[in-house]
């Protein structure tokens, strides 16, 4: 036989398991396991993920085999069942479930109901006596199909269901009779065929056919494709298809569905599938099933106590109770915030349920980053004028926005914005993506945006029935107020809080269970982790978040303050040495202080700080301003002193034209050229280095001379490093330790890392300048090409991002062996973006590097990522460098 393609489940066998999601898709191998366990599971079966790759590179056809492998599952479905798909008098109908191996939820399509036509309706309404069931399941079903495979919008079935319910007055959809339902259909069959002009397939198994078709299809859907993207998931594992048989939820009042437990559990009495998840009905606390359905709720608690510690995490169930008896739909690892996932994860250590290490890969490196969201300060006066259902923490604020696409556009314009919505859909995605904070009208703790916005961390208010949204008008109704488009709003996604204005934020803090997670982490580690950072509060908040030294202190930053930038231009601007040197003596005293507060808040930790680097144009005003200045002063007749002066700077401004800046007069250059600048930074770092260990701190300099490309470059500027450091130190008559590198991002440099090594203590590549000079991409226009490369296939992911290990991975690797060949101690790290990106940190820690270091607020993420580097190693067997 082929390769088994097809796999059953029902009757407390599966022809599967829970560790097939490759195969299956998380909900097939979740569906597979739960069936062997003995959980109660409506029987079906799952067709594989490699028919999804058939499905795309067939054109869309199956192959044969594959086709008779599903009509012989479906048949021993219809056996164990004891009913057939389309038969009129006892039909079987079927749920087609999507279900890739990641989870994805409600990105990609799924059909209920599936079999029912007008023979197999009327059919279902005698055997379960009740046609309004039967007329409602056909209502759903013929508006899903409609819209999942035939590809029209709900929105017009919807709108003939609010004018039935208008004619009949009444509000819920629950309240109408199976004769309002059975005319429902009838008009949505004609709408089918008006927009189709065909009829509504009423042949099953074709139904199934295209139904499935339709799921492979939804792999590739927008929404999905962008949910992959921003998630990081790959494109090319495809989609699983589970198809199932049916359970009820909505055959009258016996009937619940579906939820998850405790923490977040809701219901739905006489409802189906997605009526809790849609937000159209705002559904009931899971523990008021306990006095409505107790017998139920007690097999409930028993089969989800046992199915979380079969799979050693909390999980998401979904559920349906048919008639007083309960099936189970799915269960999945619980999507839920970093904050919840670091505390049930210590939790689960202490009981001894899973080891330090596992619980070290319960947490995505990336997700901290929602542990490093400000809160609400709570000494703030607030003006709340609502609340809701607190279903994502954090807090937020911004400027109201009513649709998707505005929130994009506005949040591209710079603006934080908070995405306001009677309720959200899949369809929102890229909207709540981008906004600050999420505020729904409708729907629970289990709604789309509730369960979106807990997974990509985003702070979510939902469920506030108290506002009165109107998305046409663009604004909505609280307590007597009205917010428009554009007004401010803060959300505290904690306490379901939504406040009038800005609300003050400040700082989180590192206490905890965090605090102890992150400790298991750098008990793990072997790279050492800095930050980048220029300025004292920098630095503060990089000691914070645990960094251990500064590994990029970028001195330019220094001299763009208000109150410096004019003598800096004065250095710039100057024609004699000795009015540089002027110059440069007003800036020693400032460069000084900045210096010392980075030793202060390092204390003995290393800070490596970087000479001048920009090109120096970066100072000094635009040549066409200063054009246009100097023609509108001529024209007013201003004074001629003033004109001359402007003339001037114009004039040297022209002078120091590049064109090619960036490959210009800069680095080490400026240092080379104007040996003066380098020794007043040195003297300025030595100084304050001086000064500060007279208050008993420790520091330890580490100088770096930017864009070396030759040795001779480094040999010249160390000697002047040397020279000052010496001689400031014998002058102050203090001493301490402190060393002298460079940056290598060139790739030259790289390829003779060897001959630099014998002058550099130690290296650090600037990885944003080395993917540059390496693809010869610039990194400010790139932006544009490197979006078209990635939707070409041509580039995987933005080498500015993710370190492009291929490539510029291989320039550092070369440049380590090289410089650790010439001198075994070298130390060296990265100080690039990519620092920050936890696929780049592991690459890092795989070729031997000592440090990694990033922006502050990526600290915490770059810890995680190099514990989870170890223990991926160790697991891999791997050990030592690659
Ligand atoms: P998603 O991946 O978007 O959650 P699902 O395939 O899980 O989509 O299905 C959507 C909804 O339909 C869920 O609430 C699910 O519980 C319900 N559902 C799916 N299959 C069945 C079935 N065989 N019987 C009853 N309800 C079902
Ligand atoms: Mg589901
Ligand atoms: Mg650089």
Known sequence: MAVKRVFFFGGGKAEGNGAMKDVLGGKGAGLAEMTSLGVPVPPGFTIGTGACALYYGNRGKLPQDLKSEIATNLSKLERTIGRKLGDPKNPLLVSVRSGAKFSMPGMMDTVLNLGLNDKTVEGLAKKSRNPRFAYDSYCRFLMMF??????????????????????????????????????????????????????????????????????????????????????????????????????????????????????????????????????????????????????????????????????????????????????????????????????????????????????????????????????????????????????????????????????????????????????????????????????????????????????????????????????????????????????????????????????????????????VFMSWADAVRRLKVRANADTQRDARVARNFGAEGIGLCRTEHMFFAEDRIPIMQEMILARTLEDREAALSKLLPMQRDDFKGLYREMKGYPVTIRLLDPPLHEFLPKREELMVEVTKLQLIHADRSIIEEKKRLLERVEELHEFNPMLGLRGCRLGIYYPEITRMQVRAIFEAACDVTRDGIRVHP????????????????????????????????????????????????????DEIATEAEFFSFGTNDLTQTAFGF????????????????????????????????????????????????????????????????????????DYVSCSPYLVPIARLAAAQAVLREKKTGKAGKK
């Open 146 to 515: 409609s819209d999942v495979v035939l590809d029209l919008p709900r929105g017009a079935f919807e709108r003939i269901i609010a004018e039935k319910k208008r004619e009949r007055g009444i509000a819920s959809d629950v309240d109408l009779a199976a004769e309002d339902l059975m005319s429902v259909c009838g008009a949505f069959k004609a709408l089918v065929k008006e927009r189709t002009k065909k009829e509504f397939p009423q042949d099953a198994r074709i139904q199934l056919e295209l139904a499935r078709d339709a799921v492979f299809r939804s792999w590739n859907n927008d929404r999905a494709k962008y949910y992959r993207k921003t998630n990081g998931i790959p494109d090319d594992t495809g989609t699983a298809v589970n198809v199932q048989a049916m359970v009820f939820g909505n055959m009258g009042d016996g009937c619940a569905t579906t939820g998850a437990r405790e923490q977040y559990g809701e219901y739905l009495v006489n409802a189906q599938g997605e009526d809790v998840v849609a937000g159209t009905r705002t559904p009931r606390p899971i523990r008021d099933m306990k006095k409505e359905f107790p017998k139920v709720f007690d097999q409930l608690m028993r089969i989800t106590a046992k199915l979380e510690k079969h799979f050693r995490d909390v999980q998401d169930f979904e559920f349906t109770v048919e008639n007083n008896t309960l099936y189970m739909l799915q269960t999945r690892n619980g999507k839920r915030t970093a904050a919840a996932a670091v505390k049930i994860s210590v939790d689960m250590v202490k009981e001894k349920l899973i080891t330090k290490e596992e619980a070290l890969f319960r947490l995505e490196p990336r997700q901290i980053d929602q542990l490093l969201h400000p809160v609400i300060d709570p000494k703030a006066k607030l003006d709340v004028i609502a609340k809701g259902l607190p279903a994502s923490p954090g807090a937020a604020t911004g400027a109201a926005v009513f649709h998707a696409d505005k929130a994009v556009e506005w949040a591209t314009e710079g603006k934080d914005v908070i995405l306001v919505r009677k309720e959200t859909s899949p369809d929102d995605i890229h909207g709540m993506d981008v906004a600050r904070g999420i505020l729904t009208a409708k729907g629970g703790m289990t709604s789309h945006a509730a369960v979106v916005a807990r997974q990509i961390g985003k702070t979510c208010v939902a469920g506030c029935d108290t506002i009165d949204v109107d998305e046409t008008t663009n604004r909505f109704m609280a307590g007597g107020k009205v917010v428009r488009e554009g007004d401010f709003i803060s959300l505290n996604g904690t306490t379901g809080e939504v406040i009038l204005g800005k609300a003050p934020l400040i700082a989180p803090a590192m206490t905890g269970a965090f605090a």
């Open 702 to 753: 580490e100088v770096m001379i930017p864009l070396v490309s030759m040795v001779g470059e480094m040999r010249v500027q160390k000697e002047i490093v040397v020279a000052v450091a010496e001689e400031t130190m014998r002058r102050h008559k203090r001493k301490f330790p402190y060393t002298v590198g460079t940056m290598i991002e060139l790739p030259r440099a790289a390829m003779t890392a």
């Open 778 to 849: 610039s990194r400010d226009d790139s932006g544009k090409f490197i979006q078209h490369y990635m939707k070409e296939n041509i580039l995987e992911a933005d080498v500015f991002a993710t370190l492009d290990q291929g490539g510029v991975g291989q320039l550092i690797r070369l440049g380590l062996e090289k410089g650790r060949s010439t001198r075994p101690t070298l130390k060296v790290g990265i100080c690039g973006e990519h620092a920050g990106d936890p696929k780049s940190v592991e690459f890092c820690h795989a070729i031997g590097l």
